[in-house]
């Protein structure tokens, strides 16, 4: 099956990587930045394109892994030529009718996981959550996201939007801790990789305990002593203001039956 990866980011440079290395067959990679294009494009020993009107018309799928607010533009541009494929976006938080009116054939591959395109990831790992216009379209899927991932799951558009949601409160807010925590120890000149243990401990936790079984230290207990103390050492009132919320959440469900 000839495939073209429309995007050059994070996300679209893992998973071009993921399918070459499942012996599938990319046959381009289009991005608007030339340079991008070419980049990923020569990991994947590739054609690329930074004009739309440059994608090959005859692939039979086309993988969009771009900004949620360029899918529906670019499903516009690039579906009404190309009847006969099957076209398939990779966002959590985008329905899977974004293509509606322009392609016959869609869907969905999602991969849950943070993406970064100079760090490999075992895809085989992943879940790759996947939803389909047609039984045949999701077949198809489904034997594209098995060749990469050990765990492929059906997911509509709705739930989806729920394990996106899901996924930035587990990942995204959690690395922006880290970094208010990063700031507290760079005014101390003290190397955030001390703190590593103490994350991946974290972590471990909550593969043998739920979240709130997990959960310890002043929140919990809510030690007001301690949290006035720490949130006096905060830098900012903002900040302040993210402990102070955190420390509420945190006890109001600790208290929680």
């Not at 995007?7 to 991008?36: C, M, P, Y």
């Not at 739920?210 to 002043?218: E, I, M, N, Y």
């Amino acid at each position: 099956m000839k495939i073209v990866i429309i995007g050059s980011g994070n996300l679209a440079t893992q998973l071009a990587l993921a399918l070459k290395d499942a012996n599938q067959e990319i046959v381009q990679i289009f991005s608007r930045t030339s340079a991008h294009a070419q980049e990923l494009a020569d990991k994947i020993g590739c054609a690329y394109t930074a004009s739309l009107e440059a994608v090959l018309p005859d692939a039979e799928l086309y993988i969009l892994a771009v900004k949620d607010d360029a899918l529906a533009a670019l499903a516009a541009n690039l579906c009404a030529a190309r009847t006969d494929a099957l076209f398939l976006h990779t966002a959590g938080s985008m329905p899977m009718d974004v293509f509606k009116g322009h392609a016959l054939q869609y869907g969905v591959l999602y991969p849950m996981q943070t993406f970064s395109k100079n760090r490999r990831v075992n895809f085989r790992e992943i879940p790759c959550f996947i939803e389909a216009s047609s039984p045949s379209a999701l077949a198809t899927i489904r034997t594209l996201a098995e060749s990469i991932s050990d765990h492929v799951v059906d997911c509509d558009s709705e739930k989806r939007k729920k394990m996106h949601l899901a996924a930035v409160l587990a990942c995204n807010l959690t690395n922006h801790c880290y970094r208010l925590a990063e700031r507290v120890l760079e005014a101390e000149q003290i190397d955030f990789r001390l703190f590593l243990p103490l994350i991946e401990e974290t972590a471990r936790k909550v593969r043998t305990l739920s979240p709130k079984d997990a959960q310890t230290g002043p929140m919990v207990r809510y030690d007001q002593n301690v949290m006035q103390m720490q949130m006096a050492m905060l830098p900012d009132d903002r900040t302040r203001e993210i402990y102070r919320l955190m420390a509420e959440s945190i006890h109001d469900d600790a208290t929680t039956l």
